[in-house]
């Protein structure tokens, strides 16, 4: 199946092979959604970071919010492996599918849920329902306060997520979001990434319960 653990331990043979750790483009975007979490975040004690890789922005989720409990899932088993490597006592790393793991955490526990450049797998692999159904799930996790960061690609030019980020797409789901959150950002870049040599639209959401 596409975007199973497979696809992504395949992908994970080569270490960071998005660049998440070493690309400008992909840290000057961690550090935009941080920046509104700190914004609005409030008391920030508990974050969930769904598809959180090698543990690039983990890491730097724990430089912004030094006394919060993180929590970084992925369904990629080398990933968490590398992941786990990353010394910090405020950081835990958890090897899961998220549509199936997300039912073992105490509901209005997470202040702060942040899911970057993933949605679109799940997106691909679900019914507009049960991706419905999941958000809403999400949502019962997250404290009476609780936000929620989206940073996605829209429209990649090439490579196998060129057909799942098509803006129609992120559209749809933008809107499914604003059927069970309150919206308060909605921003769009096109910046150069240097590792592509291309220029990339993306869009930050953030979400509030």
């Known amino acids: 199946m596409k975007w199973s653990q497979d ?6 043979n080569e270490k960071d092979p998005w660049k998440f750790f070493t690309s400008e483009y992909e840290q000057k975007k961690y550090e935009r959604q941080l920046g509104l979490i700190e914004q609005h975040g409030g008391n920030v004690k508990n974050i969930l970071e769904i598809g959180c890789a090698e543990g690039a922005h983990t890491r730097l989720i724990s430089n912004f919010f030094p006394h919060a409990k993180i929590i970084g899932i992925d369904i990629s088993e080398k990933a968490i492996s590398r992941a786990n490597e990353l010394v910090s006592e405020n950081i835990s790393f958890i090897h899961n599918d998220i549509l199936d793991g997300i039912n073992n955490f105490e509901d209005r526990f997470f202040d702060v849920i942040i899911w970057s450049e993933s949605i679109y797998y799940i997106g691909d692999r679900v019914s507009a329902f049960r991706l419905f159904e999941f ?35 992120m559209e749809i789901y933008y809107n499914i979001f604003t059927k069970i959150f309150l919206p308060i950002h909605l921003v769009e870049y096109n910046e150069y990434k240097k590792e592509s040599n291309h220029c990339h639209t993306y869009q930050i959401w953030l979400f509030k319960v």
């Open 7 to 12: 696809y992504f331990n395949s992908e994970f």
């Open 135 to 169: 958000v809403k799930t999400l949502s019962q996790k997250m404290s009476d306060t609780g936000i929620i960061c989206l940073a996605n690609i829209i429209n990649q030019e090439s490579g196998p997520e060129e057909r799942i980020t098509k803006r129609p797409l």
